[in-house]
């Protein structure tokens, strides 16, 4: 055999259950040899045999006639094939596929090899072996029989097909004599493990064929030992199958089956065009370069026209690279480098038409590429690349890019077969790739909403110094639905807010913004915390219950986490709930931390109102720090809460009192684990202020018309003192329409309050828990135009619920330069004073 054994796989020599069975028999019937593959079969030992009729194992029933039929045939034609019935030692019958084959000795003597496989094993689940697969499909198989000393005395015509070796010079002469010495003592030892233990054992190796010369055939030979009557063995019989066929099926099963866990494991095209690259490496070519539409790797799926229209050169962006040997070639082999396409190259030109490229023997030297891209004609020569495919990678109407593939150290140039194979590597590649540009449009389209939807600029105004970090989810896992807030509220308060939506993607965002915007609209109401999560659930509850009624089937139920505060910089008291949140780190001025004892309250959509939030209120000293944070920067997939809870702890400890907030959030978010991240990480830092008693002037007034002559007195008084004389006219007409609605509509006793911070607030407190309602006055009514009047003359107005009654209050803008100045360093003597 021709073998030039440049890649001689490794023998497979092991016993195994019978592929088939195998007799021999003489030109009269005699069986002359059996094997114990045959025994096993049939039941029947050598010495029951050998020496008898073959007629001995067909069953009574069998025709002699239609026997007699088959012999001739076989005579006649050189052999038979078909389906009989034989007789098992023990009585049943078996229904066998049987082949008989010619066999050649000297001086022209005849014999024939019976080789019987039974079919009722067919459907038992057994996997096949070669010489089955080859006897059922009619397939050739090569013949040889072997004396003890190895040497041929028997072979069939098929065998020359296999090794080109006539039949004359095989007679009487041993392998070593008629194949490369590698091979024939390969097999050699195999046939001498054959004989000394009786069994059936099968080597498989690599040749080329004379018929086709310049392509690898895979061959299996199977070795059966045949005895005589007294169990001696009277030599080997070898029968050879050609399974070139069901190798490469085999191979490009299990590459296909690699390719499914080993390409696309991520969303990052970049890494999946590598993966690609390092699959076919070396299993199908000796290089590999996959190059993107240059837009792909920033999630921009390339247009359906991609190619070279207007005369322009299109560029591709390298994503993935492999070699045998990365020295052999000196093109750009960097990834991310850009490619430029000579226009009328066979690159090019599979990425504008979309169809692959084959150039089984690749002529460099004269042709297209000579002409149209001689530089790189050249290198590919220096290379020694003498085969080359070239794929687009294609994703519904669009061409994503090209893979390349050359072999240049495996002398098999690329055939059909492989082209097919690659572009099935190729598609699944594209599959994944078209997959991570949806994720990137909608992670993308996610990301600009949450970001849009998210405050710009936090300002805590007059009540606290804000700092905040938010760093979406990893590509894997999308955009969460994190979001924070710091809400600017009546009376130089402050409401600080974080959330976290279950889910990710967009629909996890456009809830996160939905939730946002209910939360503003809660605290403009001015409601306690406790009050705004017990109605931000039952909002959550009604999404749900609208999603449920809605026709879309795959509407998931609607679930979130909140944390909401209110700090009072008058009071330095500040009001917390939470909503299933994690609960809030305080730092005190000298850097001690603690996370109050706040009850975690229900997450929000579960619609079981105000009894599933309580409110706690602290203290805080002026310069504390308030750390709200979503669990995201505390929880991660290798630790529990109570680590990210510590790793916080120990961060905010070492902070200093004077460190700014921005270096502070730095520093915390240095702390999260470097592995990327399966959950949005949210963090709020504010540091509370307190306001100097000097901006506050209050007064209690009686309930009695007389008071509303002393409240403008008092206003005008105390304006004076902070040097805003030129708001008096307009506050104290807002503070005689103030104090008269409470006179009128209030019991109890009054009082007035002045703040001055970011604006001037006028506040006007009674009894009444019922809140003024603004209507709109016909022309001839007395009444009911006060509270349209405070709406013209302020910046903004509202009412709020205070212990056993409510405050009145409407805001005047400062003058800029009141603002910066922070007000008067001295009390006035006119605070706190009782009428």
Known sequence: MNTEETALAEPVNQSETPDAAIAMIDAEGTVVGWTQAAQQLVGYSAAEVVGRSAAHVLPPSEDALRASAVAEQCRAEGGWSGTVKVRHRDGHTLTMTLRVSLLWGQDADTRWLVSVTDIGTLSSGAVNGPVRESLLAHAPIGIAVCDPQLRCVWANDATERYDGVPRHQRFGRRLKDSLPAVEAEALEVVMLQVLESGSTMVHEFRAWPPADRPREHAFSSSFFCLQGADGTPLGVCCMTVDVTGNRRARERLAILSEASTRIGSTLDVMRTGQELADLTVPLLADHALVDLAESV????????????????????????????????????????????????????????????????????????????????????????????????????????????????????????????????????AALSLDNALRYARERTAALTLQRDLLPHRVRGGAAVEVASRYVPADMDHGVGGDWFDVIELSGARVGLVVGDVVGHGINAAVTMGRLRTAVRTLADLDLPPDGLLAHLDNTVRRMNDEDADGSDEDATAVSATCLYAVYDPITRQCTMARAGHPPPAIIDPQGQVTFPDLPAGAPLGLGLGLSAFESVEVELPEGSVLAFYTDGLVESRDDDIDVGLHRLDAALSLSESDRSLEDLCSEVMETVPAQAHSDDVTLLLARTRALQPARVASWDLHNEPAAVHTARHLAARQLSEWGVGHLMTTVELIVSELVTNAIRHGRGPIRLRLIQHQVLTCEVSDTSTSHPRPRHPRTLDENGRGLFLIAQLSRRWGSRCAGDGKIVWAEQDLPSAVVAQGGPSAGSPLQHAGH
Request: without cysteine.
């Open 297 to 428: 790797p920033f999630g921009v799926e390339p247009s359906a026209q991609t190619g070279t229209a207007g005369g322009r050169t299109p560029l591709l962006r390298r994503a993935g690279l492999a070699s045998v040997d990365l020295g052999v070639l000196e093109l750009p082999w960097v990834r991310e480098e850009v490619i430029h396409l000579v226009p009328t190259s066979p690159f090019a030109t599979a990425l504008r038409t979309g169809r692959s490229y084959l150039e089984p023997v690749l002529n460099t030297h004269a042709g297209p590429w000579v002409e149209n891209d001689p530089v790189r004609a050249q290198k590919v020569r220096d290379s020694g690349i003498h085969s080359l495919m070239v794929v687009p990678i294609r994703a519904r109407r669009s061409v994503l890019g090209l893979a390349v593939f050359g072999r240049s150290e495996e002398p098999t140039p690329f055939q059909e077969d492989d082209l097919l194979l690659a572009e099935e590597l190729v598609t699944r």
